[in-house]
Nanobody
Framework: VQLQASGGGLVQAGGSLRLSCAAS????????MGWFRQAPGKQRELVAF????????SYEDSVEGRFIISRDNAKNTVYLQMNSLKPEDTAVYYC???????????WGQGTQVTVSS
């Protein structure tokens, strides 16, 4: 399985970014997908989840109402639209595959998001 995240960058507080993650090596439409982030000195955390069909999503409290996760099963790609960004959103963002009751033990290189105040 390969997961290729992209779309990160440097943005001012209040700005927006759209992350993409292309997956290969799996039958993408069969699996839920998640976006995680890891800030310096902190543990990796799940910020958004989408089920295999895209019909169900969930968010970590701090991003609820600001981030939107979506997917295109024809393109094997999951997206994260991030709006009203805050400095505390600064982190490396990764996508991953929901593997039964856990997550796949492969992370790809992630994409850096830096929000300046």
């Amino acid at each position: 399985v390969q997961l290729q995240a992209s779309g990160g960058g440097l943005v001012q507080a209040g700005g927006s970014l759209r992350l993409s993650c292309a997956a290969s090596g799996i039958i993408f439409r069969n699996y839920g997908m998640g976006w995680f982030r890891q800030a310096p000195g902190k543990q990796r955390e799940l910020v958004a989840f989408i089920n295999n069909s895209g019909g169900r999503t969930s968010y970590e409290d701090s991003v609820e109402g600001r981030f939107i996760i979506s997917r295109d099963n024809a393109k094997n790609t999951v997206y994260l639209q991030m709006n009203s960004l805050k400095p505390e959103d600064t982190a490396v963002y990764y996508c991953n595959v929901k593997w039964g009751s856990t997550w796949l033990d492969t992370w790809g290189q992630g994409t850096q998001v830096t929000v300046s105040s």
